[in-house]
T-cell receptor, first 114, second 114 residues
Framework: KAGVTQTPRYLIKTRGQQVTLSCSPI?????VSWYQQTPGQGLQFLFE???????NKGNFPGRFSGRQFSNSRSEMNVSTLELGDSALYLC?????????????FGSGTRLTVV | DQQVKQNSPSLSVQEGRISILNCDYT??????FLWYKKYPAEGPTFLIS?????DKNEDGRFTVFLNKSAKHLSLHIVPSQPGDSAVYFC?????????????FGTGTRLTVIP
């Protein structure tokens, strides 16, 4: 079966712009989580969506937002981009919405803010 | 503040020998611990997990040990193979918050030398 698909793979944006990243989970997976990976911080939790509802949110500013559609696809938006937002953004899906069963991650979107 | 720490950024091991990757944590409310493996340009892949009520879980060449009193867990890979060369992330879930997000360490890059 198809894995978690993230688009685009690479993105270059200018400081102050906004960006939208997309994630299509594995078919049947209703939980979608987003993580930011930076070299010094590892993976940091952004938010989780389950059945179109944001169920949990990490400690990130309000410039980071997301949503989930009825087909479980999710988008993440970052407004007023800052240089520090440059990172690999990973989306992960999970069938039961319980992380003890592990996530399936996508390959990520590499965002560079210049 | 990093609740999950991987203090060794890198580890090199000869093929056929044992690889031991270490992880320390500070939050005594973590109830599940997971290990993920990440190859370049790919998302992390779930490897193995352990409940906080156990002290060992084994899956083929991979064994995870948990020492709750020391707040320490380790992943043993025996025997190590060149294909095991990747970045390994330790992760944990805080059951007390009722949330399903994971706290990740910063990763250890394992290189298995043929």
């Amino acid at each position: 079966k198809a894995g978690v698909t993230q688009t685009p793979r690479y993105l270059i944006k200018t400081r102050g712009q906004q960006v939208t990243l997309s994630c299509s989970p594995i078919s049947g997976h209703r939980s979608v989580s987003w993580y930011q990976q930076t070299p010094g911080q590892g993976l940091q939790f952004l938010f989780e969506y389950f059945s179109e509802t944001q169920r949990n949110k990490g400690n990130f500013p309000g410039r980071f937002s997301g949503r989930q559609f009825s087909n479980s696809r999710s988008e993440m938006n970052v407004s007023t981009l800052e240089l520090g937002d440059s990172a690999l953004y990973l989306c992960a899906s999970n069938q039961r919405g319980d992380t003890v069963y592990g996530y399936t991650f996508g390959s990520g979107t590499r965002l560079t803010v210049v | 503040d990093q609740q999950v720490k991987q203090n060794s950024p890198s580890l090199s091991v000869q093929e056929g020998r044992i690889s031991i990757l270490n992880c320390d944590y500070t939050n005594s409310m973590f109830d599940y611990f997971l290990w993920y493996k990440k190859y370049p340009a790919e998302g992390p892949t779930f490897l193995i997990s352990i409940s906080s009520i156990k002290d060992k879980n084994e899956d083929g060449r991979f064994t995870v040990f948990l020492n709750k009193s020391a707040k320490h867990l380790s992943l043993h890979i025996v025997p190590s193979q060149p294909g095991d060369s990747a970045v390994y992330f330790c992760a944990a879930r805080d059951h007390q918050t009722g949330a399903n997000n994971l706290f990740f360490g910063t990763g250890t890059r394992l290189t298995v030398i043929p």
